[in-house]
């Protein structure tokens, strides 16, 4: 079996400086978008409770239809 030379890795400044920006700047797009889910569960909550203040009219079932409706249809489509 033939076998070769291990192969060697140079680290230069330049490549822990462009590791170190990568790194930088994915933390900071991570913290932005923690940023914006938290605003728009915000929004999702404030939206909610607006919305749960205007409802206040107990909301009904439909009327239930009777046996003749069901089987012959009560005429208006439904």
Do not use: C, F, H, W
Not at 2 to 22: G, H, K, M, S
Not at 46 to 61: G, L
């Amino acid at each position: 079996m033939l076998r070769r030379t291990p192969t060697t890795i140079a680290l230069t400044q330049a490549d822990i400086e462009q590791y170190e920006a990568n790194r930088q700047r994915k933390l900071q797009e991570q913290q932005q978008q923690q940023q914006q889910q938290e605003q728009q569960q915000e929004q999702a909550a404030s939206t909610q409770s607006t919305n749960a203040s205007d409802r206040t009219v107990v909301e009904q079932p439909p009327p239930l239809k009777s046996k003749k409706d069901r089987i012959m249809g009560s005429g208006r489509g439904n």
